[in-house]
């Protein structure tokens, strides 16, 4: 299999599930042998990850934005707001999101 194969049609470098098996930052994991109710739930974890990532980077705009702040910065003013409540990053992001999205 070529680089530009193992990249995907995109060529983008995205990680992809080819055969049976998931390749992520930790390495390849082999998805045989895994029961329905594993991969259901790898696959809720995999989409409550990308939902708050997405939320996360939606709180960093609007960050940016409003304070004219890096997005490096942002995510650090997000990650000590987080630890200073001791709640989940996510959660401080979203609330932030939920503030923004009100009408004004």
Known sequence: MTEAEERGSSGSGERSIEAGAIEGEHGEHDLDGWS??????????????????????????????????????????LRRSSNRWNTKLRTVAAELVARYEQPR
């Open 36 to 77: 329905g109710d594993q991969l259901r739930q790898l696959v809720a974890q995999l989409r409550e990850a990308a939902e708050a990532r997405h939320t996360i980077g939606m709180a960093q705009g609007i960050l940016m934005a409003t304070e004219g702040i890096t997005s490096e910065a942002a995510f650090e003013v």
